[in-house]
T-cell receptor
Framework: NAGVTQTPKFRVLKTGQSMTLLCAQD?????MYWYRQDPGMGLRLIHY???????AKGEVPDGYNVSRLKKQNFLLGLESAAPSQTSVYFC???????????????FGAGSRLTVL | AQKVTQAQTEISVVEKEDVTLDCVYE???????LFWYKQPPSGELVFLIR??????QNEISGRYSWNFQKSTSSFNFTITASQVVDSAVYFC??????????FGQGTTLQVKP
């Protein structure tokens, strides 16, 4: 089924550990986004990408790195996890403006990360 | 800098009441897009509407209507005759022409029977 797939769905880390969240989309979308959702804070943009090989910082990029080596994948890395990074992470993708569906973000189901 | 503010954190209404969710945005771009998304208790995010900065026409879709006013940088969302199934978190979002897309803090709407 076409869509956005996030792995893993759940993860518990200890402070200082590293991990990578994978976002994969099979819709040939150019734009991809990583958000975190925290109670009372809404969805905050971490990083985004407007195409393969490009990345840009969002509102809360510190402590995260991303890579877009392949168009279909957008990886979010935590090099040294901190309790403040406990959150639900959402990946999303869309087509560029002018292409059908460009205005609709397709979201993944979310990844719940707990840092102890 | 871009910013989206949803000042109402939580709203509680009784079924059949009308309710308006406020959204105020800031941007220096002349071309931009505004969105509303719904997040029901199941957690997925559902697209509701998009408006571009050149289209100030209000829109109605069933019980939903949207009021876009550039003069006040607002994009408010009204639900008429609310129903219990409308209970959800609603997000307003702003996308610049560079592709950056940010969301407001969200408004939790509770519709009581």
């Amino acid at each position: 089924n076409a869509g956005v797939t996030q792995t893993p769905k759940f993860r518990v880390l200890k402070t200082g550990q590293s991990m990578t969240l994978l976002c994969a989309q099979d819709m040939n979308h150019e734009y991809m986004y990583w958000y975190r959702q925290d109670p009372g804070m809404g969805l905050r943009l971490i990083h985004y990408s407007v195409g393969e090989g490009t990345t840009a910082k969002g509102e809360v990029p510190d402590g995260y790195n991303v890579s877009r080596l392949k168009k279909q994948n957008f990886l979010l890395g935590l090099e040294s996890a901190a309790p403040s990074q406990t959150s639900v992470y959402f990946c999303a993708s869309r087509s560029p403006q002018g292409v059908s569906g460009a205005n609709v973000l397709t979201f993944g189901a979310g990844s719940r990360l707990t840092v102890l | 800098a871009q910013k989206v503010t949803q000042a109402q954190t939580e709203i509680s209404v009784v079924e059949k009441e009308d309710v308006t969710l406020d959204c105020v945005y800031e941007t220096r771009d002349t071309t931009y897009y505004l969105f509303w998304y719904k997040q029901p208790p199941s957690g997925e995010l559902v697209f509701l509407i998009r408006r571009n900065s050149f289209d100030e026409q209000n829109e109605i879709s069933g019980r939903y209507s949207w009021n876009f006013q550039k003069s006040t940088s607002s994009f408010n969302f009204t639900i008429t005759a609310s129903q219990v199934v409308d209970s959800a978190v609603y997000f307003c979002a702003l996308r610049s022409n560079t592709g950056k897309l940010i969301f407001g803090q969200g408004t939790t709407l509770q519709v009581k029977p």
